[in-house]
């Protein structure tokens, strides 16, 4: 599958290479060249320097083309502009959107699109952390078995 990535953070980088390593065809997007950089020379997908909610960036991106695309910066205003504009301009209907604050939730179910919220998952951990210690059980293992 096509997949374009927004941002070239820990996780971008994380999930550009697991994805490219899956055979998928996938571009990175990030407004920092240096950030790009991070994925090293032997990264097989596509980069694109530019803001991610830029029209033609994405056009360079080839988001039209894309099967997926995933938003991961760490700014909750600018996942919501890229969000809307991959949805609005180019109709693709398969984003998913990293949440850093809750109270971009209700903005990205208006659009429709699927959610990584970190910090619920992050709750749920220590939720889960906690009740396995109440119980006895410990709670060295992190969802993934990690």
């Keep these: 599958m096509r997949v374009v990535i927004v941002g070239c953070g820990r996780i971008g ?3 550009a290479r697991s994805l490219a390593a899956a055979g998928h ?5 990030d407004q920092e060249a ?3 950089a991070r994925l090293g020379r032997s990264f097989p ?8 909610f830029d029209e033609e960036v994405l056009r ?11 938003v991961l910066t760490n700014v909750d205003a600018t996942n919501f502009m890229v969000a809307r ?5 180019f109709q693709v209907r398969n984003v998913t959107v990293r949440v850093n604050d809750p109270e971009f939730s209700s903005l990205y179910a208006e659009l429709g699109l699927r959610t990584i919220d970190l910090p619920d998952l992050v709750l749920a ?5 906690l009740q396995s210690t109440e119980a006895g059980q410990g709670g060295g293992t992190r969802p993934g078995g990690r």
């Design 45 to 52: 997908g596509r980069t694109v320097a530019g803001t991610g």
């Design 25 to 29: 065809a996938v571009c990175v997007v």
């Design 60 to 70: 360079e991106a080839d988001v039209s083309r894309a099967d997926a695309v995933v």
């Design 13 to 15: 980088v994380y999930v």
């Design 85 to 89: 504009a991959v949805v609005e301009l």
């Design 125 to 129: 951990c220590v939720t889960d952390t």
């Design 34 to 36: 240096s950030s790009l």
